[in-house]
């Protein structure tokens, strides 16, 4: 194996590594660490189909139903079970941070940074035939990524997106509907099936509609409905349904089942994608990470994402807090603060993870995915529960 002083990293990123109490030799794992895939549920008895097209072996991960792992340089996006949407890549950490959440049938789910989507998407695979999820992500290109996953995935039914800002997003799910919530169907500004081809009258409503948005929803910030599917929930709503918000203060029995954070961060456990920095240059790392670790405003952003994200989660629901980060500063003290400033929250045991290959971390109840011992990329999940 590389040794950690063999690696081509910057002297900028070593100290921050130190700084943060990161072991560098993590990053001598990105060579052996496996390339994950799931299967979509429907596709098991595709896999030796699938073997035979990749040219490798798929190795079942026990402890994480419907993944596979692979040998790390196979590439998958120019196979055929990738391009007919029956495999999806995603690192087995990530499913973990998914699995913890317990999804079941029916839930509504709010995934507050979703882009690209990849969570989303094994999200959706769970929930079954009723509940939905709703994706927010500030970068609408990002998250029109997220779409054209979803459509190439056909897993898009319970779904819509939003871009917004996940520190400011107030919109409710949509659980049950009311006769008079019924009985918009002559409404003009009723939403209409999903189509990415819009006649100029419909894009006229939909410019008139997003004004009357923008005044009903001034705390969400101007969220954008770029996608929805056709069991949503939002086909037959109008706008002052659809955006229906959450009031700051009460405690919420018509909010989101389960939220994940799976929070923006220095993506310094993704071991793979920080040795991408060598191609697309060092100074891009120090600016993308490093300039971004110093500013207080990261832990800031972190702080007001899993606020709001809490906020969101009806009474009795779990949120599952993850990043890709190892530092503390981005993982436990960020727990630890927003439990101090939430008495309604309180860590919960993830039940799943006992056959899980992680550590616990600094805190009792928090999880680390660490790249030399879990074969996975880095990542930090802790759950909560809320109480009142
Ligand atoms: C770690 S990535 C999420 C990955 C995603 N969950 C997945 O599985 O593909 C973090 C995301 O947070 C988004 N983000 C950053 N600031 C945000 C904000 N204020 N509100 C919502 N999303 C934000 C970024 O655009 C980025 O897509």
Redesign the pocket.
């Known amino acids: 194996m590389e040794e950690a002083t063999e690696l081509p990293l910057p002297d900028a990123y070593l100290k921050f590594l130190k700084d943060s109490g990161i072991d560098p030799s993590i990053y001598t794992a990105a060579e052996s660490t496996p390339r994950y895939i799931r299967l979509k549920p429907d596709f098991e008895e595709y896999v030796q189909e699938i073997e035979a097209e990749l040219g490798c072996d798929l190795k079942k991960v026990e402890w994480l139903p419907y993944f596979y792992s692979l040998p790390p340089h196979v590439q998958i996006a120019s196979s055929k079970a990738y391009r007919e949407g029956k495999i999806y890549g995603i690192d087995a950490a990530?499913g973990a941070a998914v699995a913890a959440l317990g999804i079941v049938e029916g839930d509504h789910v709010l995934?507050?940074?979703?882009?690209?989507?990849?969570?989303?998407c094994m999200m959706l695979d769970l929930l079954g035939s009723s509940g939905s999820v709703t994706g927010?992500?500030?970068?609408s290109h990002?998250l029109a990524a997220?779409r054209t996953m979803l459509r190439k995935y056909a897993l898009g039914a319970r779904c819509r997106l939003f871009v917004?800002?996940?520190?400011k997003?107030s919109v409710l799910p949509v659980t049950t509907r009311s006769e008079s919530e019924s009985a918009l169907d002559g409404d003009p500004n009723v939403f209409k099936e999903w189509t990415s081809k819009r006649s100029y009258k419909d894009r006229k409503r939909s410019r008139e509609r997003k004004g009357v948005a923008l005044s009903l929803a001034s705390r969400t910030q101007d969220p954008e409905l770029i996608f929805y599917g056709k069991d949503s929930g939002v086909i037959g709503l109008n706008n002052s349904v659809l955006y229906r918000t959450a009031s700051n203060d009460a405690p919420l029995s018509s909010g989101y089942d389960k939220v994940?954070v799976?929070?923006?961060?220095t993506?310094d456990g993704s071991v793979k994608h920080i040795l991408k920095f060598e191609n697309w240059g060092w100074k891009t790392l120090e600016r993308r990470v490093l300039d971004a670790e110093r500013s207080d405003d990261l832990a800031i952003?972190q702080q007001q994402?899993l606020f709001n994200g809490f906020r969101l989660l009806k009474v009795g629901g779990s949120l599952v807090y993850s990043?890709?980060s190892l530092t503390l500063s981005q993982n436990e003290d960020v727990v630890k603060q927003f439990l101090l400033d939430n008495a309604s929250a309180e860590l919960q045991v993830i039940e799943a993870a006992k056959n899980w290959p992680c550590k616990v971390g600094n805190m009792p109840m928090t999880l680390r995915f660490d790249p030399l011992t879990s074969q996975t990329s880095g990542l930090f999940v802790a759950k909560f529960r809320k109480l009142f």
Do not use: I, Q, W, Y
């Open positions: 990530s995934d507050l940074c979703a882009a690209p989507g990849a969570k989303l927010v992500d500030v970068a990002r997220c917004a800002d996940g520190t997003f994940l799976d929070a923006e961060c993506h952003l994402l990043t890709c």
